[in-house]
């Protein structure tokens, strides 16, 4: 398939990415600039990984990714869990890298490598036979020891159990005649039929996005970024992590200076808002467009959220005045800012106190019990 960049008409598409870029460029000056920045950006990657899996059809609950971070999860985690976990952390790490990593030969090899693990490590896992029992909560959010220390509260056995079941499948995968010394290949027909279309051949589809982006080198950022994106998904470079695009994109308005420092732009949330019909119809210019205006409704979406998150951390400080200097509502305050919510085993294990402590001191900040149940309480800021 051949993406022909002059047959765009990009008369129609100069206003809208204009705006998008200006848009972004002002929510990453007030990002730099606020107090609450640094919080903004942890509930933001939150957020946009949940709105990553609905966009591609799944549905994660924000609760869920954040107790599943914290290794805190009320369940066995489930594969869509998994993915957005992973689309979280590798929006961290891109953040972590320099603007241009992402992009690079080496950086694309790395996300890609991750991806491809990512999509086929629950299965790995089961067929294994390794299957992670849920750790039961208490009343004061904490795991319940019954297997005499098998299990321990606080500890990531479903990453364990992915982790041991991929380098296993790394290791089979190495050492299988005809491996290319360990590098894998997206046509190698070594691979699972049942999890790979073997006729799938993402380099050549990686090289022409590749390629792509080098004709449009040229145009304005956030134009690039929305071509990169619709060139992605026609293309369909990776089977399983239609969600490596976005990121990608997002990395190009980073590289380019519209985004800076750890900020990358949650595209997701904007295209959660524009209607499917849109982002997926069959003329090109349409969904450029709805690309566009995704960019867009994502500054505008974030700048309303920064400005709630402002406000809750101002009317929220003014309950720490005449406090006493041990006090722990203080680190209390900059774990709410970083979290949608937190339950009693995750401020106790951030503040060092115990549960009851962390009930307390929960109650007299003031924060909104979130769950209305008695057993599995978790509260939050706004």
Known sequence: MTYDLTKISMIEL??????????????????????????????QNFADACASLW?????????????????????????????????????????????DWALSAEGIRVLRQTSDITSAGAGEVETAGVIRRSVPIDAEWEGDDDDGGKYLPGIDYA??????????????????????????TASRPEKDPMIYDLDWDEDARLDEWRGVLRQAQDLPAALQAIIALDVWNELLVLQHAPWLGRLLA???????????????????????????????????????????????????????????????RTLVERKLEGRRTSSKLPELVELVMARPL???????????????AARRIVLELGLREMTGRGRFRAWGLI
Do not use: Y
């Open 342 to 356: 937190v339950s009693a085993g995750m401020v106790a294990k951030t503040l060092d106190v115990t549960p009851q």
């Open 55 to 99: 966009i591609d059809g799944e549905l994660v609950h924000l609760e869920d990714l954040v107790l599943h971070d914290a290794l805190r999860d009320t369940r066995t985690p489930t594969h869509e869990l998994t993915i957005a976990r992973d689309v979280m952390r590798t929006r961290r790490r891109i953040a972590a890298q320099s603007p």
């Open 250 to 312: 997002a990395s190009i308005l980073r590289q380019a200076g519209i985004t800076t420092g750890a900020h990358l732009a949650a595209l997701n949330l904007g295209l959660k808002s524009i209607p499917v019909d849109r982002r997926r119809h069959r003329d090109r210019e349409t969904r450029l467009l709805a690309i566009a205006h995704g960019l867009i409704a994502a500054a505008e979406i974030g700048m309303k959220e920064h400005d709630r998150l402002a406000l809750a």
């Open 14 to 43: 100069l206003e809208p990415a204009f705006r998008a870029g200006i848009a972004l460029t002002r929510l990453d000056e007030r990002i730099a600039r606020s107090p609450v920045g640094s919080g903004f950006l942890e509930r």
């Open 159 to 184: 990453a364990i159990d992915a982790t041991l079941a991929r380098s296993s499948a790394a290791i089979e995968d190495a050492t299988r005649p005809g491996s290319a010394g360990g590098r894998a």
